[in-house]
């Protein structure tokens, strides 16, 4: 017993797995009060639909998740700008950037990722920006007007989104992809370069296999050097080269943290009372990214903060891409195994490509490019793993 007992609740980070953590904890045990954390001053947002900020189709207030007044409503302490500088597990307690220090019954690490800024020369410049928070999209959207060209950094899910927004915004845009290929997490290599052919298509600039050397520019950027040698003008770089989690606050702790906070399926990390989720966290070691993910481990953490015994359900997730005037699926494998491993449906002059892969006879993963029609039946029948015969019989190329 350390007297923290009837203390709260506390959960460190409000982005969608910070928040689903609030709700459930809320929720299961109704009489416990809440506190959530936020390391950022704005409300808590659609993180995802971030970019819609870029050309004024919305408005960061229209990105809330929730109004002000639905956090003292539902009982729970929302504190913005209020980042949790360091956890003591023994003494079950969070101290705060501000030095004020809480105690907590149970706490949940829901402190997300970061953009990663590559450490080359130059990347500090003015006009280097990532993309992760509100504050970055108001950078980005700042410093649109004054820019005639753009590289992208990252070929990749937000890269591409990123890229596709800037051209519509009458851009000059260039991707630069250190991988040999786009979208390299949810692509194979012939859905790619389909894919690549229809962004080429719509004016946009792609470099692959293609790392940026160094950034220039007096005053604010004004060229990127890959390591070609090629220079590339470029007003602004959004970079979008990945995520590295939030672990500074764990420091000092002793909470056991592999490539992330490691937890189990009860959203559990090695410390007594103390659970993690969303992206910060790896579930058996796996990571995913996804907001759904975030989403469904924030709600198992909160259970069990508040005295629950739930599981995340381990999940195949489909990635949906609707960008550059097309759409992508990739869900499960992108390589099936054997010679009767694949089965492919491919048009290159409409950029469209459909594959389902094989592994041990079933349906172990698919990717659709240009032609998504019927995606819910071909997630659905991934999820089920249906055989080969079933899956072929059954249209699922399209
Ligand atoms: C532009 C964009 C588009 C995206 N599109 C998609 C998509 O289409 N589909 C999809 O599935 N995913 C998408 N994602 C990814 C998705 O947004 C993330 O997977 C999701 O936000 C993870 O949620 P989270 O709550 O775990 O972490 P985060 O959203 O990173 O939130 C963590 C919060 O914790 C705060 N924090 C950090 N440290 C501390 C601390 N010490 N104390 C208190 N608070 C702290 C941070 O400031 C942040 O507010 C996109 C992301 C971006 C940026």
């Known amino acids: 017993m350390n ?102 019954s149970a706490l949940v690490l829901a402190s997300g990722s970061l953009g990663i800024v590559p450490p080359v020369e130059g990347a500090a410049l003015p006009g ?84 940026i050397a160094r950034l220039d520019g007096t005053g604010r950027v004004r060229s990127a050097t890959l390591r070609s040698g090629e220079v590339l003008d470029a007003g602004l770089v959004l970079v979008a080269t990945g995520v590295r989690p939030n672990l500074g606050l764990l420091d000092g702790s002793g909470i056991p943290v592999g490539r992330r906070i490691a937890v189990d399926a009860s959203m559990r990390t090695g410390a007594t009372d103390v659970f993690a989720a969303g992206d910060a966290a790896e579930v058996d070691g796996r990571w995913d990214g996804l907001w759904t993910a975030a989403k469904a481990q924030g709600r198992v953490a909160g259970m069990n903060a508040a005295g629950g015994s739930e599981r995340v359900a381990p999940t195949v997730d489909p990635y949906f891409l609707s960008t550059m005037d097309t759409r992508v699926v990739s869900i499960g494998a992108l390589d099936g195994e054997g010679p009767l491993g694949s089965a492919i449906r491919r048009d290159d002059a409409n950029h469209v490509y459909r594959k389902l892969a094989f592994r041990g006879g079933r349906l172990a993963g698919a990717v659709l490019v240009g032609d998504a029609d019927g995606m819910a039946r071909v997630v659905a029948a991934v999820k089920a793993a249906v055989t080969r015969e079933e899956a072929l019989s059954s249209g699922l190329l399209g």
């Open 128 to 211: 280097v920006i990532p993309l992760w928070t509100l504050a970055d999209a108001r950078a980005l959207r700042a410093a649109v007007p004054s820019a005639r060209r753009a590289v992208v950094a990252g070929g990749g899910l937000l890269g591409l989104e990123g890229a596709y927004r800037l051209s519509l915004l009458g851009l000059e845009v260039t991707i630069v992809e250190m991988l040999p290929r786009l979208l390299p997490n949810q692509l194979d290599a012939d859905g790619s370069r389909v894919f690549e052919a229809k962004v080429r298509s719509l004016g946009i600039g792609v470099r692959t296999g293609a790392p």
């Open 3 to 104: 007297g923290t007992e009837n203390a709260p609740i506390v959960v460190a980070g409000a982005g969608i797995a910070g928040i689903s953590a609030a709700e459930a904890a809320r929720a299961r045990s109704p009489g416990t009060p809440v506190v959530l954390l936020s390391g950022e001053p704005d409300l808590p947002y659609y993180r995802l639909r971030l970019l819609e900020l870029l050309d004024g189709a919305a408005d960061p207030a229209s990105l809330r998740i929730h109004p002000h007044e639905w956090y003292a409503r539902q009982g729970i302490d929302l504190r913005l700008s209020s980042p949790v500088a360091s956890v003591d597990p023994e003494a079950h307690r969070v101290v705060l950037a501000t030095g004020e220090s809480l105690p907590y």
